[in-house]
C-alpha cells in the first residue's frame, strides 16, 4: 500500500500507529480517549440518562464508523492491500465514512451502492460527498446488490476493479466489532450504569459493545430496520466468531423503527428538535434519533429499573442531514 511518511504533507491531522504506517486517529482531534465527552441528560421517570459523545471522536469518522473502520485498516496494510471496496445504499453513513477514510489515510476506495436506477441521475448530497472524496461508484441492480457476498458475484465485481480489501454493507465484519469493544471498556472504566444502549443497522456495533462489556451490566439494541428480528441471530453469530462466544446480557427492541429506514415522521423530526432545544445536541434523523425516542418512551412504560442509570451512545450520521434538506430547527 502506499506508505505515507511522516514528511509527507498527506500525513496532516493523521497519526502515526505504532508501526510507523499512517493512520487517522480520532485522537487527533479528542487527545484521550478518556475525554470522549459524556453528557447528563437529567432524570426521566427515576432512571438517569447520559450520552455518551462518540459523535465528537472525529469530524469525519464520528462515532461507530471509526471504531468499525480501525481494526478493519490495519488488516488492510497488513494483507499489503490499498484499495477499499465497499457496500451501501444512497443515503449510507458507512459509504461516507470509507471515503472520508480513503481520502484521509491516502487509499483508493470503491463504493458499491444500491440501486442502479440511480446511476443516471444527480448524486444526493451522501454520495457526491464520497466521490468528492475520492470514492470510485458503481451502481449494482438490486438483485446483484442481493448477491453481493456470494464468491462468484464478489468475484466478479473484484475482476473488474482489482484487488482489493472488502468491507462488508455498514463495516460489520468480524474486525469490527474489537474497536466498539473499547468504546464499552472506556465506559466501564469511567461511569457507574446499568444499561448500555445503541442504535442498530447491522448489528455490529452492538455486537462489539457486548465482548466489551463480556457479560457485564445490560445491552440494550434499538433497530433502526423495520422487521429487524433476524438481527439477534447476527449479533450472536458475529460475537462467536469475535470471542468464541455468545451473551445473555442483551436485549433489541424492534419496535422503535419509526416505519422503516430512513423513514422520518413529523413525531420523530418533532422529537429530535425538543431535544435539541432541551440539550443542545443534535441526533441524527436515521438512528440516534430513533435510539433516544425510544429510550424515553421505555423509561416512560417503567422499562428500566427506577434509580438506574442509562448510557446511550451517540453514534454519529449526522452527515445523513443533508439528504433530509439539512438539519432541523
Ligand atoms: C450513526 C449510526 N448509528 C448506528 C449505526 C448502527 O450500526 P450497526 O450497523 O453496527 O448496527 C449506524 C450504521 O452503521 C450509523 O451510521
Known amino acids: 500500500m502506499q506508505e505515507l511518511t511522516s514528511g509527507g504533507s498527506l500525513c496532516i491531522g493523521l497519526r502515526f500507529a505504532q508501526d510507523d504506517r499512517c493512520t487517522v486517529s480520532p485522537l487527533s482531534v479528542n487527545p484521550s480517549s478518556a475525554d470522549l465527552p459524556i453528557s447528563p441528560l437529567g432524570e426521566h421517570h427515576g432512571v438517569q440518562f ?21 481494526y478493519n485498516l490495519r488488516e488492510a496494510d497488513r494483507l499489503g492491500l490499498n484499495t477499499l471496496l465497499t457496500f451501501g445504499g444512497a443515503y449510507s453513513n458507512h459509504l461516507a465514512a470509507v471515503a472520508a477514510a ?34 470510485e461508484l458503481h451502481f449494482l441492480d438490486r438483485e446483484t446488490y442481493r448477491r453481493k457476498h456470494e464468491p462468484a458475484v464478489l468475484a466478479a465485481l473484484l475482476h473488474d476493479t482489482g484487488p482489493a480489501y472488502v468491507l462488508p454493507e455498514g463495516g460489520s465484519n468480524t474486525l469490527a466489532l474489537p474497536g466498539c469493544a473499547e468504546l464499552a471498556r472506556e465506559l466501564l472504566a469511567r461511569t457507574d450504569f446499568d444499561v448500555l444502549a445503541v442504535a442498530c443497522g447491522t448489528g455490529g456495533t452492538l455486537a462489539g459493545l ?68 432541551r440539550h443542545a445536541i443534535l441526533l441524527d434523523p436515521i438512528y440516534t434519533g430513533k ?3 425510544g429510550l424515553l418512551d421505555l423509561a416512560a412504560k417503567g422499562h428500566f429499573r427506577r434509580g438506574s442509570t442509562v448510557v446511550a451512545i451517540h453514534t454519529g450520521g449526522l452527515q445523513a442531514w443533508a439528504g433530509f434538506g439539512g438539519e432541523p430547527g
Open 50 to 70: 447520559l450520552l455518551a459523545r462518540d459523535e465528537l471522536t472525529h469530524p469525519e469518522l464520528p462515532g461507530n464508523k471509526w471504531r468499525k473502520l480501525k
Open 291 to 293: 435510539l433516544l425516542f
Open 102 to 135: 480513503g481520502r484521509l489515510t491516502g487509499r483508493r476506495t470503491i463504493g458499491f451502492v444500491r440501486g442502479d436506477e440511480m446511476a443516471g441521475r444527480p448524486l444526493n448530497p451522501t454520495l457526491a460527498r464520497a466521490r468528492a472524496d475520492g470514492m
Open 210 to 277: 457486548l465482548t466489551g462489556l463480556n457479560g457485564q451490566r445490560q445491552a440494550l439494541g434499538i433497530s433502526a430496520l423495520k422487521g429487524a428480528d433476524f438481527l439477534r441471530a447476527d449479533i450472536d453469530q458475529l460475537t462467536q466468531q469475535a470471542t468464541g462466544r455468545t451473551y445473555a446480557n442483551w436485549e433489541l427492541r424492534t419496535d422503535y423503527h419509526g416505519g422503516g429506514y430512513a423513514r422520518l415522521t413529523p413525531e420523530l423530526r418533532q422529537f429530535i428538535v425538543d431535544f435539541q432545544q
